[in-house]
């Protein structure tokens, strides 16, 4: 393999610069893009419930009945929008979807808290969001069983619960870090995938073959610009997620910068091959989506990995993106270090040399 020349590897590099950044369009799609992404991302993705519809139907009509009813509402998480008499009436209310809720108070409702017994109250919930549903169940369940311990005539055990990392079980916290990583793999793929096919495209792929520019210093003048640029989009929203939306931070940052290293590289591989393999920019763009999409669904971004089946589980392990989101969720909610994260950072680091090699030798072939 021939030496690398520095002069001709800066100027391919700052040739690459001046073509990404000398289009408004293109700086707009580079810097503007993610945060855009991260707001709409970070206020459109929540699961939090927040003063849900509740239907109200109170048979015992006491004060320990009332003061249950206030206490839903006191919490923020449910409003009453209706009272009624028969239990029909709270059925239709969900029915109709005026209520998200209903909550039906069965008569001796007082009688059983001042007594000590465990009082029975009735939550139905409109499933028809079954992760909204799961998470106001699972609201008005701690309400209730509080309500109920809290009662003159309780004893024995208190059961206290904790939550760690995010107390106020908020979604946004969870969410945030999560969409960095879709969107830093999102740039890397968007424009290593186009690189090469641009060149193809506007006819000056023939000229560089023809110089005396190597394989190699065209793949690293064409790879090392977006590198940069994926870093400055990394810290554009890292910032504005610890600024703008108040997510905790409790780790490293030289630990994330190496995870970040690691998890570039592997989504310039990804872009550079898809590059080489497609005719067409439109058929580079396709192809991306093809990976990235799927990759999304099967990251933990969404959908919690452990609640996939065992082949999907397996079938994970090879996606970077699960891997990079580990990380950076561990970094930023949990503080955690190095020797917590070790496998996830060295099963990035091994993504990237796999596909960065197999990128490079089919970069070398299409170049000869």
Same mark, same amino acid.
């Given at each position: 393999? =021939?030496?690398?020349? $520095?002069?001709? %590897?800066?100027?391919?590099?700052?040739?690459?610069?001046?073509?990404?950044?000398?289009?408004?369009?293109?700086?707009?799609?580079?810097?503007?893009?993610?945060?855009?992404?991260?707001?709409?991302?970070?206020?459109?993705?929540?699961?939090?419930?927040?003063?849900?519809?509740?239907?109200?139907?109170?048979?015992?009509?006491?004060? &320990?009945?009332?003061?249950?009813?206030?206490?839903?509402?006191?919490?923020?998480?449910?409003?009453?929008?209706?009272?009624?008499?028969?239990?029909?009436?709270?059925?239709?209310?969900?029915?109709?979807?005026?209520?998200?809720?209903?909550?039906?108070?069965?008569?001796?409702? =007082?009688?059983?808290?001042?007594?000590?017994?465990?009082?029975?109250?009735?939550?139905?919930?409109?499933?028809?969001?079954?992760?909204?549903?799961?998470?106001?169940?699972?609201?008005?369940?701690?309400?209730?069983?509080?309500?109920?311990?809290?009662?003159?005539?309780?004893?024995?055990?208190?059961?206290?619960? !904790?939550?760690?990392?995010?107390?106020?079980?908020?979604?946004?916290? +969870?969410? &945030?870090?999560?969409?960095?990583?879709?969107?830093?793999?999102?740039?890397? %793929? %968007?424009?290593?995938?186009?690189?090469?096919?641009?060149?193809?495209?506007?006819?000056?792929?023939?000229?560089?073959?023809?110089?005396?520019?190597?394989?190699?210093?065209?793949? $690293?003048?064409?790879?090392?610009?977006?590198?940069?640029?994926?870093?400055?989009?990394?810290?554009?929203?890292?910032?504005?997620?610890?600024?703008?939306?108040?997510?905790?931070?409790?780790?490293?940052?030289?630990?994330? %910068?190496? =995870?970040?290293?690691?998890?570039?590289?592997?989504?310039?591989?990804?872009?550079?091959?898809?590059?080489?393999?497609?005719?067409?920019?439109?058929?580079?763009?396709?192809?991306?989506?093809?990976?990235?999409?799927?990759?999304?669904?099967?990251?933990?971004?969404? +959908?919690?990995?452990?609640?996939?089946?065992?082949?999907?589980?397996?079938?994970?392990?090879?996606?970077?993106?699960?891997?990079?989101?580990? &990380? &950076? !969720?561990?970094?930023?909610?949990?503080?955690?270090?190095?020797?917590?994260?070790?496998?996830?950072? =060295?099963?990035?680091?091994?993504?990237?040399?796999?596909?960065?090699?197999?990128?490079?030798?089919?970069? !070398?072939?299409?170049?000869?």
């Amino acid at each position: 393999m =021939a030496p690398i020349s $520095l002069p001709r %590897l800066r100027g391919m590099v700052r040739k690459e610069l001046r073509q990404l950044l000398r289009d408004p369009r293109s700086k707009r799609m580079m810097f503007a893009s993610p945060l855009v992404q991260l707001v709409l991302f970070a206020y459109a993705v929540n699961t939090d419930v927040r003063h849900a519809g509740t239907f109200v139907v109170d048979h015992d009509r006491t004060a &320990v009945s009332r003061q249950l009813v206030e206490t839903f509402t006191a919490s923020g998480y449910f409003d009453v929008v209706g009272h009624g008499e028969r239990p029909a009436q709270m059925a239709a209310a969900l029915d109709r979807g005026e209520a998200l809720v209903g909550l039906e108070i069965p008569r001796g409702f =007082a009688a059983d808290v001042m007594a000590g017994r465990a009082p029975q109250v009735q939550v139905l919930v409109d499933g028809t969001t079954s992760n909204t549903a799961t998470v106001a169940m699972g609201y008005a369940q701690q309400i209730v069983g509080t309500f109920g311990r809290s009662g003159d005539g309780a004893i024995g055990i208190e059961l206290r619960s !904790r939550v760690w990392y995010n107390p106020n079980l908020v979604s946004r916290v +969870y969410n &945030v870090p999560g969409v960095i990583g879709t969107i830093v793999m999102l740039m890397g %793929l %968007l424009l290593t995938a186009l690189a090469v096919v641009r060149e193809r495209e506007i006819g000056t792929l023939e000229q560089l073959m023809v110089s005396p520019i190597s394989s190699l210093e065209l793949m $690293l003048g064409k790879t090392i610009p977006v590198v940069l640029i994926c870093f400055i989009d990394l810290v554009l929203i890292a910032t504005v997620a610890l600024l703008w939306f108040d997510i905790p931070f409790r780790g490293s940052w030289l630990l994330l %910068l190496l =995870a970040s290293v690691c998890y570039i590289l592997t989504a310039l591989g990804l872009g550079l091959f898809i590059s080489t393999v497609s005719a067409t920019q439109q058929e580079a763009f396709m192809s991306m989506f093809f990976f990235f999409l799927p990759a999304i669904m099967l990251s933990g971004f969404m +959908y919690p990995v452990a609640n996939m089946p065992d082949v999907v589980q397996v079938i994970t392990w090879a996606n970077p993106i699960r891997h990079y989101l580990d &990380v &950076v !969720r561990g970094i930023f909610l949990k503080g955690a270090g190095f020797q917590a994260l070790w496998l996830q950072i =060295a099963i990035l680091a091994g993504m990237g040399i796999v596909v960065l090699t197999l990128a490079a030798g089919r970069f !070398r072939k299409t170049m000869e």
